[in-house]
């Protein structure tokens, strides 16, 4: 292929990345000014930053400076910037592999990712600055790419598949294994093929971060909205015609679910209606949880164990939405926070929070 054409396949490819990403950078700051914003959450801020830094790539592939040590040690930099900003906002992922998890929560994740990045940063400087480079040490850029796809590929897949969403998991590991191969293709030094292989990888990940953030809004619409004032509580026991006892629950008031009626195990069943007693006989309304640390058997505690109180939760969400379709973080947490307060003091005391005028209890 003759200058003039490549030149031209640069011109091209400049424009595009420049506008493409530039558009796709103020999309997701939109989102997040809208809904992240409010959330304090700033993953998306840098997943948008890292895109921004293509734009700046696209508009440096337009300028073409005179001096070709400029426009690689540009385009190295805005790299290395672009998987920066990658690696900065993995902190924010709600889901991460329990492998990563430990690493990328700690506070010293800036540095461990912020050393690699000046590793690499100071040969480009010295490439743009004096035109000497340093065997190996030019394609450094490519290496912290290929640390940033791994780590990135396997966030993503934790992420969509604890969404419930397979088909984008598999699809985000196939994006990046075509990043994959782009970045070994920049070792190459092959012009015309780079060109393409990173306008596709391109397209593909700023795809994929879109749906990532609109599986965010699915996940967030989906969490469940509950407020104790609105819930009713209606507890049924009745004997069958074979005689044995039916502990129902008469559940109203959880998001835009209509009233359920679930069943309960006896165990489970006692639980709640000295709850409901509780609140309905006394003000205060609270029951005295058992330490993990007590010994004496001469005292005598309304909960032996706080793990009642979880597989009661269990068995509510079992029988609202059926077992496996609930999660913790949608569905448990909130339905805990709306039916139950612990005291301030941290004195083993709990109690319902939903209003004695909402709860009743029937026994045949």
Known sequence: MDTQNLTHIQQFYGWWQFAVCLFAFLALMAIWYHIGRKRKDYGQVWLGL???????????????????NLLKGGRSILSLLNSLFILLALPWFKYLPEILQSTIQSKNWKILVGLPFVFSLLPTIRLMASGESVAMMSELDVYYSILTLTLLGMVLWETFQ???????????????????VAQLYKLTHLQANQSLLSAIFKANL???????????????????????????LALQRNKTPKGRWEHKLLLNGIGNEEAKKLTLSATQYKLLALFLKRKIESEEGWLSIKPKSETRSTKEYDINDYNEIKRLLHAILDGAYGKG????????????????????????????????????????
Not at 50 to 68: K, N
């Open 50 to 68: 890292s895109i921004l830094c293509w734009s700046f790539s696209g508009g440096l592939e337009v300028l073409s400076p005179a001096d070709p």
């Open 162 to 180: 604890k969404r419930r969403l397979p088909l984008l998991a598999y699809l985000s590991i196939l994006c990046i294994l075509i990043t994959f």
């Open 206 to 232: 700023i795809m994929l971060f879109f749906a990532l953030a609109l599986s965010w809004v699915k996940e967030l619409s989906e969490s469940l909205q509950v407020r104790s004032e609105y819930i009713t």
């Open 325 to 364: 379709v609930w999660s913790k973080n949608q569905h448990e947490i909130p339905l805990k926070e709306a039916l139950f307060e612990r005291s301030d003091n941290r004195d083993g005391r709990i109690r319902l929070k939903v209003p004695a005028e909402n709860i009743s209890i029937n026994q045949e």
